[in-house]
């Protein structure tokens, strides 16, 4: 497995736009750590507001990602959270209370260049939705790639990443960003080059050339700071990854 996409994806199921019931999304999760494909973090998002929900299901997951959208933190000592996603002032989320070893990933704009972190905590980016406004520029995605590098800030990615090379999607009249695309902008910061190139480029040949071709301490820095990113589809990135030929028929 390319250590570049060994534990990348995590299980946004239950999240637009597949929005799986939760007996659904837990049961695909299910199937695929069964499956053991080293491409799926084997970590399953949910939002606080749905905790109840997983709680009465059958089986839970044996590691999770906890996405804040209530007024207030629910306890969820009882649950495997890996991380906690906020969309609060930095200020604001230093002051919760998180278990012990649950690392704080702070949801920010592309745009924005945030310093005075919490001790220990990420940023979290949004790299598309529902509406064409919610895809950031490669300009913005970028900049912020850079901050991150430069301030050694591990990062979590999520939305729009569909597919692994950019193309645009003629429902919403806008250009989707590519997670490959990111992976490789990653690298290309790391390396102190420009990431919007990357970003931008629907080269697919291009694309695979670059991924084969990154060195083993470019890929273990990348994604020692870029942590993952949630897919609504857990099948689609190793599916992508493979017919490119970047990762094998067997990872």
Do not use: W
Request: charged share 25%; proline share 9%; net charge negative.
């Amino acid at each position: 497995m390319n250590p570049l996409f060994t534990a990348l994806v995590d299980d946004a199921g239950l999240f637009p736009p597949t929005s799986l019931p939760m007996d659904e999304a837990l049961a695909r999760h299910r199937r695929d750590a069964e499956a053991a494909g080293l491409l799926l973090t084997h970590r399953f998002l949910c939002p606080a507001s749905r905790l109840d929900s997983l709680r009465r299901a059958e089986s839970r997951p044996a590691r999770m990602g906890l996405i804040l959208d209530t007024d207030d933190l629910p306890a969820f000592d009882d649950l495997p959270v890996d991380f906690l996603e906020v969309r609060l002032p930095p200020e604001e989320a230093g002051r919760l209370d998180l278990p012990p070893g649950v690392r704080l990933f702070i949801e920010v704009p592309a745009r924005s260049q945030v310093t005075g972190l919490p001790e220990g905590a990420g940023l979290k980016v949004r790299c598309g939705g529902l509406s064409a406004d919610a895809f950031p520029p490669a300009e913005h995605l970028g900049a912020f790639i850079r901050h991150c590098v430069s301030h050694d800030i591990p990062f979590k990615a999520t939305a729009g990443l569909h597919h692994a090379v950019r193309h645009f999607d003629p429902a919403l009249g806008v250009d989707r960003h590519g997670f490959l695309n990111l992976v490789l902008a990653v690298c290309e910061a790391v390396e102190h080059r420009d990431p919007v190139p990357v970003l931008r480029t629907t080269d697919v040949g291009q694309l695979v050339r670059l991924a084969l071709a990154v060195p083993e301490e470019t890929a273990k820095r990348a994604r020692a700071l870029l942590v993952s990113y949630g897919s609504c589809s857990t099948s689609t990135p190793t599916d992508d990854l493979r017919t490119l030929g970047v990762i094998s028929d067997g990872a």
